[in-house]
């Protein structure tokens, strides 16, 4: 009893009141959606009602997630300029998602990007290898972003890491369960405004201290950080071309493969509509990025020397608490308190979006379209949906157990460099190139999954880290290099060398697909894929 009192005390009033203030008005737009959710539509897209500007904020509350927040602050605090390959990586990928994918996704599918990949193709086992790429994202994301709210938690608030995590995994079933993407999408629009505003706040008052110069900042940084002005220059974090190319690619590429993000397209009338959402969401996300860099750097000059938040040379919790420490030096306990909450409540509406993307990968692919063909009914297909939705809150509940010491940060990057070899390279042929078949589908599509997560395990994150061997097989960490023109070569490969019957029906329907991609006009059903 006495311990549960001194960790009351011990509890920011501020952080308790914001964090459970936006918990209870997402459960009050759950539980108005859910009288909304009649169809599959409305439960996979909102019903295709949400504006461009709704889908901008949600597709950046779905994109800025605790490892953008906490982690990428906690990168520059630690290596300076380097940190910024990961947001520069982030960003660079919307503008070819916009220019290349966004338009005729929006055209071709229903709900998720399997519709797209299976529309010209033998849709059963294409489907099954999109679902297999989608759930090995999704999983990757969710472990990477459970352990980090258990952390978080356990940290701001007080709660066993347990607790925490069946609280996170609670909440996410409830946002998709009941309220399906219109539920998810106010979450995460909520989560994005708030975040914008709290690192907008941060921002401001690191600025603010030097007359708003960007300059000042930097010197001051640079006084201070261990590694002097080598923190202005490249090199810190990655240390050979070879990874940074490779972990720029993953995060470029993979921003196109996120099946999660994929989804939001589908929540706007048209495709119009679908690249003004990407338009906006390229804004805030630049934008926050540009205030992330300004965070890392006002966190060298703040907090480097300051005994309150720095324990013999390390910052107390681990430099993902970079930016939640820099909202207490510089705004006091209601600054510390509302970014603390913001934080917590960005991984909430993360995982409600991953979760819904899982579910929708096992219902609307598996269930609806390859055991059950066309004898499936909107009713039967929803009643899946929540079944897999509770699944996966349970599964990832114990993943995030499991993971508990462990350190998961490879496995956001693990689930962008799937999106960037075992999605993108499909979805981008599927659609540009007219010789390609399914037997090049499936072949691109299982040898980029494959390789990037086999490549992954070789490494030194898995291999030495977390199996103790003395040293890596696969000398680098990030795979996508190799893994993702491995995916292109087996797609070109299999085509070209495919003179099946099928093959002949693939490439006949090009014209067809091509012609809806660009003009969302064409046959109203798929082309002969079944």
Same mark, same amino acid.
């Given at each position: 009893?006495?311990?549960?009192?001194?960790?009351?005390? +011990?509890?920011?009033?501020?952080?308790?009141?914001?964090?459970?203030?936006?918990?209870?008005?997402?459960?009050?737009?759950?539980?108005?959606?859910?009288?909304?959710?009649?169809?599959?539509?409305?439960?996979?897209?909102?019903?295709?009602?949400?504006?461009?500007?709704?889908?901008?904020?949600?597709?950046?509350?779905?994109?800025?997630?605790?490892?953008?927040?906490?982690?990428?602050?906690?990168?520059?605090?630690?290596?300076?300029?380097?940190?910024?390959?990961?947001?520069?990586?982030?960003?660079?990928?919307?503008?070819?998602?916009?220019?290349?994918?966004?338009?005729?996704? #929006? +055209?071709?599918?229903?709900?998720?990007?399997?519709?797209?990949?299976?529309?010209?193709?033998?849709?059963?086992?294409?489907?099954?290898?999109?679902?297999f790429g989608s759930l090995a994202t999704v999983f990757c994301y969710l472990i990477?972003?459970?352990?980090?709210?258990?952390?978080?938690?356990?940290?701001?608030?007080?709660? $066993?890491?347990?607790?925490?995590?069946?609280?996170?995994?609670?909440?996410?079933?409830?946002?998709?369960?009941?309220?399906?993407?219109?539920?998810?999408?106010?979450?995460?629009?909520?989560k994005a405004v708030l975040v914008l505003f709290g690192a907008s706040t941060i921002?401001?008052?690191?600025?603010?201290?030097?007359?708003?110069?960007?300059?000042?900042?930097?010197?001051?940084?640079?006084?201070?950080? %261990?590694?002097?002005?080598?923190?202005?220059?490249?090199?810190?974090?990655?240390?050979?071309?070879?990874?940074?190319?490779?972990?720029?690619?993953?995060?470029?590429?993979?921003?196109?493969?996120?099946?999660?993000?994929?989804?939001?397209?589908?929540?706007?009338?048209?495709?119009?509509?679908?690249?003004?959402?990407?338009?906006?969401?390229?804004?805030?996300?630049?934008?926050?990025?540009?205030?992330?860099?300004?965070?890392?750097?006002?966190?060298?000059?703040?907090?480097?020397?300051?005994?309150?938040?720095?324990?013999?040379?390390?910052?107390?919790?681990?430099?993902?608490?970079?930016?939640?420490?820099?909202?207490?030096?510089?705004?006091?306990?209601?600054?510390?308190?509302?970014?603390?909450?913001?934080?917590?409540?960005?991984?909430?509406?993360?995982?409600?979006?991953?979760?819904?993307?899982?579910?929708?990968?096992?219902?609307?692919?598996?269930?609806? +379209?390859?055991?059950?063909? %066309?004898?499936?009914?909107?009713?039967?297909?929803?009643?899946?949906? #929540?079944?897999?939705?509770l699944s996966i809150s349970l599964i990832a509940i114990v993943l995030g157990i499991?993971?508990?010491?462990?350190?998961?940060?490879?496995?956001?990057?693990?689930?962008?460099?799937?999106?960037?070899?075992?999605?993108?390279?499909?979805?981008?042929?599927?659609?540009?190139?007219?010789?390609?078949?399914?037997?090049?589908?499936?072949?691109?599509?299982?040898?980029?999954?494959?390789?990037?997560?086999?490549?992954?395990?070789?490494?030194?994150?898995?291999?030495?880290?977390?199996?103790?061997?003395?040293? $890596?097989?696969?000398?680098? %960490?990030?795979?996508?290099?190799?893994?993702?023109?491995?995916?292109?070569?087996?797609?070109?490969?299999?085509?070209?060398?495919? +003179?099946? %019957?099928?093959?002949?029906?693939?490439?006949?329907?090009?014209?067809?697909?091509?012609?809806?991609?660009?003009?969302?006009?064409?046959?109203?059903?798929?082309?002969?894929?079944?």
């Open positions: 009893m006495d311990g549960f009192l001194t960790t009351l005390g +011990n509890l920011n009033g501020t952080a308790v009141f914001i964090f459970l203030a936006f918990v209870g008005v997402t459960l009050g737009i759950t539980h108005w959606a859910s009288a909304q959710m009649k169809t599959a539509k409305d439960a996979y897209s909102a019903g295709g009602a949400i504006t461009p500007l709704q889908n901008g904020l949600a597709i950046t509350g779905d994109y800025v997630s605790a490892a953008s927040f906490l982690g990428i602050s906690g990168m520059v605090y630690m290596s300076g300029f380097d940190g910024l390959i990961y947001a520069i990586g982030f960003l660079v990928g919307w503008p070819l998602v916009m220019a290349l994918i966004s338009e005729p996704l #929006r +055209n071709l599918g229903k709900y998720n990007f399997s519709d797209v990949a299976s529309y010209r193709f033998k849709a059963s086992p294409i489907r099954v290898m999109a679902s990477a972003q459970m352990v980090g709210a258990g952390k978080l938690i356990e940290v701001l608030f007080g709660l $066993p890491y347990i607790s925490a995590i069946v609280i996170v995994g609670i909440l996410m079933m409830i946002y998709v369960m009941f309220g399906g993407m219109l539920a998810t999408t106010w979450v995460q629009l909520i921002a401001f008052l690191v600025l603010h201290h030097f007359n708003f110069s960007l300059d000042a900042v930097a010197v001051a940084a640079v006084d201070v950080h %261990e590694k002097g002005a080598a923190i202005l220059a490249p090199g810190a974090l990655l240390k050979d071309p070879v990874s940074a190319i490779s972990l720029g690619m993953a995060l470029m590429f993979g921003t196109a493969g996120l099946p999660h993000i994929l989804m939001r397209f589908f929540t706007v009338r048209d495709a119009q509509a679908a690249k003004k959402s990407i338009f906006y969401a390229t804004g805030f996300i630049g934008f926050f990025y540009v205030l992330v860099f300004i965070i890392g750097f006002g966190a060298i000059v703040f907090l480097t020397k300051n005994p309150e938040f720095v324990k013999d040379g390390v910052l107390i919790g681990g430099s993902n608490m970079v930016a939640v420490h820099l909202a207490h030096a510089l705004g006091g306990n209601l600054l510390y308190g509302f970014v603390s909450a913001v934080a917590f409540s960005t991984i909430l509406a993360v995982v409600a979006g991953l979760t819904l993307a899982g579910a929708s990968a096992i219902s609307h692919d598996l269930y609806a +379209n390859v055991f059950k063909h %066309e004898g499936s009914n909107d009713a039967d297909e929803m009643k899946v949906m #929540r079944i897999a939705t499991a993971f508990e010491k462990q350190n998961v940060a490879f496995m956001v990057g693990l689930a962008f460099a799937i999106g960037a070899s075992a999605n993108f390279p499909v979805i981008l042929t599927s659609i540009y190139w007219s010789r390609m078949t399914t037997r090049g589908a499936l072949a691109g599509g299982w040898v980029g999954l494959s390789v990037a997560v086999t490549l992954v395990v070789l490494s030194k994150t898995v291999w030495v880290n977390l199996f103790h061997y003395d040293a $890596p097989i696969f000398p680098y %960490e990030y795979p996508a290099l190799f893994s993702m023109p491995l995916a292109f070569l087996a797609i070109w490969f299999f085509s070209i060398t495919d +003179n099946s %019957e099928r093959a002949e029906i693939d490439r006949a329907g090009f014209d067809a697909q091509y012609v809806r991609s660009q003009t969302g006009i064409g046959a109203s059903s798929q082309v002969s894929n079944h």
